[in-house]
Antibody
């Protein structure tokens, strides 16, 4: 059974940094293209970014609001996905989900999410 | 950037009724790249439909997807109490790679 477990959320001041982790199990993590998707309180879903598998090049792509501030990386030896968030803004406040799928077009599997609150 | 607009924003129906949710794209979307999700309060989204019309594993056959081009529809044939939730459409494209609609809340009348 596939499991994705996020951690690392919390309260941070504007301009601060935070690193989220997502530990995966139940599938071959090293072959998976992984994404982060966020959801601001009471709002809809917003894709944050994606990382390809290393065998497919390991390329990362980001949504415009986070490009240059957020970095996605992976440690395949630990089945772990990371999201490094720098220069955080109040509008980054959201639940952050890691997700993946059998196909790159959609998301079959989601973690339970971790809440990031950016506030002074 | 492709924008997905869902309608209605809120749909009030009773159990046993038929629900029709719409997703309209600002540009043509390949059916291959259109998916639907269900989200209940406090839970992560759940994939319902991919490729515009293929049910994901374990999804009851009362859920069906249709459409092509710029107009897509999610239909729930006979609403069960557990179907009342928020539904999102999503497309895969480029810049941004994935976009979601703003959601339709399906509430009990």
């Amino acid at each position: 059974e596939v499991h994705l477990v996020e951690s690392g959320g919390g309260l941070v001041k504007p301009g601060g940094s935070l690193r989220l982790s997502c530990v995966a199990s139940g599938f071959t993590f090293s072959n998976a293209w992984m994404s982060w998707v966020r959801q601001a309180p009471g709002k809809g879903l917003e894709w944050v970014g994606r990382i390809e598998s290393k065998t497919d090049g390991g390329t990362t792509d980001y949504a415009a609001p986070v490009k240059g501030r957020f970095t996605i990386s992976r440690d395949d030896s630990k089945n772990t996905l990371f999201l490094q968030m720098n220069s955080l803004k109040t509008e980054d406040t959201a639940v952050y989900y890691c997700s993946t799928g059998y196909d790159i077009n959609y998301f079959d599997y989601w973690g339970q999410g971790t809440l990031v609150t950016v506030s002074s | 950037e492709i924008v997905l607009t869902q309608s209605p924003g809120t749909l009030s129906l009773s159990p046993g009724e038929r629900a029709t949710l719409s997703c309209s794209a600002s540009q043509i979307v390949s059916s291959t790249y259109l998916a639907w999700y269900q989200q209940k309060p406090g839970q992560a989204p759940r994939l319902l439909i991919y490729g515009a019309s293929t049910r994901a594993t374990g999804i009851p056959d009362r859920f069906s997807g249709s459409g092509s081009g710029t107009d897509f529809t999610l239909t729930i044939s006979r609403l069960e109490p557990e179907d009342f939730a928020v539904y999102y459409c999503q497309q895969y494209g480029s810049s941004p790679m994935y976009t979601f609609g703003q959601g339709t809340k399906l509430e009990i009348k």
